[in-house]
């Protein structure tokens, strides 16, 4: 970044955002696919058409300014974005891949907030009005996908943790039952009983 008055300083986090919210567009399917519950596959869903839409509240804000929102590379949505990928190859056979989708997408969701907080408040000190306003519907956006994530976890994680539960209980009767003698069956005693 040349320069260092706020406006170009606006602009490049503006770029940043712009890429985070593009890096994204192509991340949230995979989320989508990866996900077991059929309420966070839609969840994901409703939040891509959301995205899609903060891309051109992004575009529209940059239209207006007669910039580019090309040109930056967001860093930090990227390695987001790989760990949301890590999360679904380890735990893709697990009860608790869901869980592991939504911590993964609520650590997006709080980054998210924390930018757009801050460039609707350089917005506001630039004056821009309009890119207040259209600042403010994607930050309220993002505080309201948190917001369902977390009631989504609530049952998420009651169902990864019972299935935790029942697979620790099998394998304690399954190692159980491998340090007994085997059992004979009645008729086998009875078998032998008359011997």
Do not use: W
């Not at 159980?176 to 086998?188: C, F, M, V």
């Amino acid at each position: 970044m040349q320069g260092n008055s706020l406006q170009e300083l606006y602009v490049e986090q503006l770029r940043d955002l712009y890429n985070a919210e593009s890096q994204l567009v192509k991340a949230l399917p995979k989320m989508a696919k990866a996900a077991q519950s059929e309420a966070l596959r839609q969840g994901f869903e409703h939040h891509l058409e959301q995205t899609n839409g903060h891309v051109d509240r992004l575009e529209q804000i940059f239209s207006a300014m007669d910039e580019s929102p090309k040109g930056r590379k967001c860093a930090g949505m990227e390695g987001l974005v790989k760990e949301g990928e890590e999360v679904i190859k380890e735990q893709s056979s697990s009860d608790a891949l869901d869980a592991g989708l939504i911590a993964s997408a609520q650590r997006v969701e709080h980054y998210e907030i924390a930018a757009y907080g801050t460039v609707r408040s350089f917005a506001k000190f630039l004056g821009d009005n309009e890119a207040v306003d259209l600042l403010q519907q994607t930050l309220d956006e993002e505080k309201e996908t948190d917001e369902k994530l977390t009631e989504l976890s609530k049952e998420v994680n009651a169902r990864a943790m019972d299935a935790a539960q029942a697979a620790e209980t099998e394998q304690e009767s399954e190692e159980e039952g491998a340090s007994r003698p085997p059992q004979r069956s009645k008729r086998a005693k009875a078998r032998s009983a008359r011997a």
